[in-house]
T-cell receptor, first 114, second 114 residues
Framework: GAGVSQSPSNKVTEKGKDVELRCDPI?????LYWYRQRLGQGLEFLIY????????KSGLPSDRFSAERTGESVSTLTIQRTQQEDSAVYLC????????????FGPGTRLLVL | AQSVSQHNHHVILSEAASLELGCNYSYGGTVNLFWYVQYPGQHLQLLLK??????LVKGIKGFEAEFIKSKFSFNLRKPSVQWSDTAEYFCAVNMGNAGNMLTFGGGTRLMVKP
């Protein structure tokens, strides 16, 4: 069956521009997560959506970062006024439920800010 | 801050050698533990996970991991590696008081020489 998909796969932008990254979770998965992986480092949690509950935004590094999710489907991560330190792979994951449920990851979007 | 440590950043082994990758976390409460693997050019995928019960868990491709609560560790092992095990391995922990996100270690790059 279809896994988690993300688009675009690569994005090059200039410093100061806004970018939007998209995630399509596995159908039926109520939980959706965004993570960031900087070069040579592990994944950092950014934001988490569960059903219709308020999202957990505790990992967002600044107010330039925001995310939305439409019901239990597509999510968009927006980075405003990009900075060079935003360059990273942005990974989306989805799961059936919470906590102990396996998170299934997408291929990521590689963002390069020049 | 709660954290996950993987002490080996790069490991090089010959085929048929035994593997042990260390993972330690800093949280005294209930945890759910995961090992993920990323093969070259592929998505992150789950190797194995531990929630409760027998602290020795078996995963795919002959991997196993042991949860030692007193040592806050969840080391990954494989008795005999193959060239196809060349990948990056990530330990991840869901810490009960930190919501539903995973906290990842920095990853270990394993290269298996044929």
């Amino acid at each position: 069956g279809a896994g988690v998909s993300q688009s675009p796969s690569n994005k090059v932008t200039e410093k100061g521009k806004d970018v939007e990254l998209r995630c399509d979770p596995i159908s039926g998965h109520t939980a959706l997560y965004w993570y960031r992986q900087r070069l040579g480092q592990g994944l950092e949690f950014l934001i988490y959506f569960q059903g219709n509950s308020a999202p957990d935004k505790s990992g967002l590094p600044s107010d330039r970062f925001s995310a939305e999710r439409t019901g239990e489907s597509v999510s968009t991560l927006t980075i405003q006024r990009t900075q060079q330190e935003d360059s990273a792979v942005y990974l989306c994951a989805s799961s059936i439920g919470q906590g102990r449920e396996t998170q299934y990851f997408g291929p990521g979007t590689r963002l390069l800010v020049l | 801050a709660q954290s996950v440590s993987q002490h080996n950043h790069h490991v090089i082994l010959s085929e048929a050698a035994s593997l042990e990758l260390g993972c330690n976390y800093s949280y005294g409460g209930t945890v759910n533990l995961f090992w993920y693997v990323q093969y070259p050019g592929q998505h992150l995928q789950l190797l194995l996970k531990y929630f409760s019960g027998d602290p020795l868990v078996k995963g795919i491709k002959g991997f196993e991991a042991e949860f030692i609560k007193s040592k806050f560790s969840f080391n990954l092992r494989k008795p005999s590696v193959q060239w196809s095990d060349t990948a990056e391995y990530f330990c991840a922990v869901n810490m009960g008081n930190a919501g539903n996100m995973l906290t990842f270690g920095g990853g270990t790059r394993l290269m298996v020489k044929p």
